[in-house]
């Protein structure tokens, strides 16, 4: 008896699910050898598929979905999931917000759990792009057509007001966790293998720096390469969008020494020298 069939289990549904099976796996999940357990919690527009497939090229490990769907809801932990994979060394992928039961579901199943964070302000420019090629932003934002038709400032403003205290909610529930182990975007450019490293070895999972970059050799091979957005974008929003983001993050003035809570300053205005000042009078 294997229980649920793994095209039951992979985000598409419980198709297989009976109350006998259930029984089993909530049983089982007590006599199943451990295996490291990678939970990627990320920010959308982050670098998570990148770094989930990375790890999920790495030997003894495999990426799995942790939910019963995707769609348009929030991605919470589903416990009939990380029961059937608990005998597996495994990489899943969500952007889940922590939570007392989400802590404790880690606790009970030994999820690592790896939070991945990017610049507050590159990703609203990051976000503005997404939702003008796919003109969707999943449960973040309910978006209509007026909003689709909106300029590109005004669009900032809607993404500031609408999607980033999801971002700001994720990052300071997170930051409760003592056991999780933050990873920013931009260090994830600049050295994905030391990124992996640092993960696989808070995991407990055996590595080496061949493996890594088997890993990562791999993860390019399935066309699976980091899309290497440009960090500072959000420098060039306009002054008043940034004013609403910057009012929002001050109300968490314990994070004020967080790198993700001290962005990089706004281009300053250009005075161009080579001209003569305009006389007085």
């Known amino acids: ?14 198709g297989g699910l009976t109350p006998f099976v259930v029984g089993f796996d909530l049983v089982a999940r007590h006599f199943r050898a451990k295996k490291p357990h990678i939970l990627v919690a990320c920010m ?17 490990l495999k990426r799995c979905a942790l939910l019963p769907t995707y769609g348009d809801r929030e991605q919470e932990l589903c416990e009939l999931k990380l029961t059937r994979y608990n005998g597996r060394g495994y990489v ?15 606790r009970r199943y030994g999820l690592t759990v790896v939070v991945l964070v990017r610049d507050l302000f ?6 503005r792009d997404h939702i003008r090629k796919e003109a969707d932003f999943g449960a973040l934002i309910r ?10 400032p005004e669009l900032d403003d809607l993404i500031v ?3 980033m205290p999801w971002y700001v909610s994720f990052y300071a529930g997170w930051r409760r966790d003592p056991n999780a182990l933050f990873v920013h975007y931009e260090d ?8 992996l490293e640092t993960i696989l070895a808070r995991a407990g999972a055996e590595t080496s720096p061949a493996a890594i970059r088997a890993a990562l050799d791999r993860c390019a091979l399935q066309g699976n390469r980091f899309n290497r957005g440009v960090s500072g974008r959000g420098r060039t929003l306009r002054p008043e969008t940034r004013r609403r983001l910057l009012d929002m993050m ?13 962005p990089a300053p706004a281009p300053a205005l250009v005075v161009d020298r080579t001209r003569p000042a305009a006389s007085a009078g």
């Not at 994830?188 to 990124?195: E, G, N």
């Open 1 to 14: 008896m294997t229980g649920v069939s793994d095209k039951a289990l992979d985000g598409r549904g419980f």
């Open 250 to 262: 001050a109300l968490y003035p314990e994070f004020a020494d967080d790198p993700l809570f001290r």
């Open 143 to 152: 978006l209509t057509p007026r909003h689709l038709d909106l300029p590109d």
């Open 44 to 60: 959308p527009k982050s670098g998570s598929t990148f770094l989930t497939n990375a790890l999920a090229s790495h030997a003894g």
């Open 122 to 127: 590159d990703c609203v420019v990051s976000i």
């Open 92 to 106: 899943a992928q969500q952007h889940v917000r922590n939570s007392a039961w989400t802590q404790e579901l880690a």
């Open 161 to 163: 007001q609408l999607a």
């Open 188 to 195: 994830l450019a600049a050295d994905p293998a030391s990124a």
